[in-house]
């Protein structure tokens, strides 16, 4: 092991046992040492490629960079090395990189597949995108329920061609903070109505949804959407953290009560037993993912004020 590696070695072991005069030692070194650049860059892609063995995809690492570390410790992810400008800050951030990475658990191994092209999409996308930029909430309504109609139709059409070979496939969504329980609640609740499931690993950041191409499109323009609605809609001035998490929590059940309802309005006859073997293929792909899932019940609601005020801001998305 040559000596650039070996001082590798040693930081990212003495930032894990709290060695912290080791550990900045090791850092001081190789930042000056210019040949170090090229053993950095190689441990870092030898940590990807870990990182990916465990079900670790680019779009996970650099989300949890960003998430747990900074932005500019998850563009490290695409650099060619420490530069000349400020090494040791840019070295320091690749031993954070390398450590943060060696830590991440073992997560389920997703493969995504496109939903096929459908010229909804695009009318979906432009409809929801002027439904978040207008200050006329009556118009962001009727933009938003339009969207939701034309959702459901793209849904159902792709579930009548189903071929003998389609299988569930899934997505990760971020479940940011503050307030994440209420954020995985509506998530979850949008996952179901669009006969999808949604798994909240609330110690990463993040949910797993299981479903069909489409209806994993659905979920994630839809999720989206609400969240928007829900951050315009809810009183910015005054309010607390309880009240703030009361009106989410709120929001997202009285949200996935509407949607339940639009969805089955949609139903035809000639579906319900294609549908049902959807159900059926996604929750055999949630129990073989995830065999220890297990459903936990929400927190008390803390603030009546919130929660009626969010119950009347789900009234108002009009979705139906």
């Not at 060696?102 to 439904?131: G, N």
Request: charged share 30%; proline share 5%.
């Amino acid at each position: 092991m040559d000596a650039p590696q070996q001082l590798i070695t040693v930081a990212v072991d003495a930032q894990f046992t709290d060695d912290l005069r080791g550990r900045d030692t090791a850092v001081a070194l190789l930042a000056a040492d210019r040949a170090a650049d090229g053993p950095l860059l190689d441990a870092l892609r030898r940590s990807v490629r870990a990182a990916a063995d465990r079900g670790w995809q680019p779009e996970d690492l650099r989300r949890h960079l960003a998430r747990f570390l900074s932005p500019e410790h998850a563009a490290l992810l695409e650099s060619s090395g420490p530069g000349e400008r400020d090494r040791l800050t840019a070295v320091s951030r690749f031993v954070d990189v390398l450590c943060e990475l060696r830590r991440l658990p073992k997560i389920a191994k997703l493969t995504r597949s496109a939903a096929p092209s459908h010229p909804a999409l695009e009318r979906i996308r432009a409809l929801l995108a002027k439904a978040e930029s207008t200050s006329f909430p009556a118009e962001a309504e009727a933009l938003v329920a339009a969207a939701q109609r034309l959702m459901t139709r793209h849904s159902l059409d792709q579930a009548a061609l189903d071929a003998p070979g389609d299988a569930p496939t899934g997505v990760r969504l971020p479940v940011d903070g503050p307030y994440e329980e209420a954020k995985a609640t509506l998530l979850h609740v949008v996952a179901e109505a669009n006969r999808c499931r949604a798994v909240w690993q609330s110690d990463l950041g993040f949910s797993t949804v299981l479903g069909y191409p489409a209806d994993l499109e659905a979920v994630e323009l839809l999720y989206t959407s609400l969240l928007l609605q829900a951050d315009a809609a809810m009183p910015k001035n005054g309010s607390k953290k309880k009240f703030r998490q009361s009106f989410l929590t709120s929001f997202a059940h009285h949200i996935g009560e509407r949607l339940a309802r639009a969805g089955e309005e949609e139903l035809t006859d000639d579906l319900l037993p294609v549908l049902a073997r959807r159900d059926q293929a996604v929750d055999t792909a949630v129990e073989k993912l995830f065999p220890a899932v297990k459903t936990v019940r929400g927190r008390r609601i803390q603030d009546l004020d919130g929660w009626e005020q969010g119950r009347r801001a789900a009234k108002e998305a009009d979705l139906t």
